[in-house]
Structure formats: C-alpha cells, structure tokens
C-alpha cells in the first residue's frame, strides 16, 4: 500500500517562498506520476503541478508557471514543489497524489487518474 506524507507547509509573506515536500512509502515502483493539487475554502481542489516517474516530463498550471518547479529525488521516494514569489491567492491545503495511468501527468486533474491521496499541508500567504 502506498502512503504519501507532505510536509513543508507554513505561513509566508507575500513575495516569499516555501518549499512543499511529498515522500512517498510503499508500493512506489509502478507509480506513473506524483501530482500537487490544492483547495482553498470554499473552491474545488486544483491540479498544479505533476511530474513523471522519470522526472523528464511535468506540467504546470497557468497561475504558477514561472513561481513554481516540481522536481523529485527517486532516490529518497520524494517529489519538491519549490514556490516562490508566493501571493495571497496560493493559500490552500496542498496535497500531493499517486497515479498509475500512463501520461496521467500530462493531465494534472483530479479525479480517477490519482487514486492515492496524502493528508495535505498548509499554506498560507499573508502579511
């Protein structure tokens, strides 16, 4: 069984930067890709970026291109999500989630193609 644990999450000022990790346990080897996602109150959960096993291959939603970069360490089971010139406006829960569908990825959505979810971390952007 797969478990993932994000961690990494705080309050920052705006303009700021944090760097979100997701290590990941279990049964890793045929996962596919590792996505971020995150819900606001009162919004539905977003997809925001996902990366593919090989690392080679990831995607990014239009309001974080250029702040934000995925990467991850297979070595250590981990996915980073380094965000920078952080806005009031990325406050959410963050969450990262495990596919096994081919190009699930290329995607980033929520719904059937990330069946494994973690328990999520807080971000939040304030003065």
């Known amino acids: 069984q797969l478990q993932l644990v994000e961690s990494g999450g705080g309050l920052v000022q705006p303009g700021g930067s944090l760097r979100l990790s997701c290590a990941a346990s279990?049964?890793?080897?045929?996962?596919?890709?590792i996505g971020w996602f995150r819900q606001a109150p009162g919004k539905e959960r977003e997809g925001v970026s996902c990366?593919?096993?090989?690392?080679?291959?990831?995607n990014y939603a239009a309001s974080v291109k250029g702040r934000f970069t995925i990467s991850r360490d297979n070595a250590k089971n981990t996915v980073y999500l380094q965000m920078n010139s952080l806005k009031p406006e990325d406050t959410a829960v963050y969450y990262c989630?495990?596919?096994?569908?081919?190009?699930?990825?290329?995607?980033?959505?929520?719904?059937?193609?990330?069946?494994?979810w973690g328990q999520g971390t807080q971000v939040t952007v304030s003065e």
């Open positions: 990366i593919s096993n090989s690392g080679l291959s990831t």
């Open positions: 279990g049964f890793t080897s045929t996962v596919t890709s």
């Open positions: 989630a495990a596919a096994w569908k081919a190009g699930a990825w290329s995607r980033c959505r929520v719904g059937n193609d990330f069946p494994s």
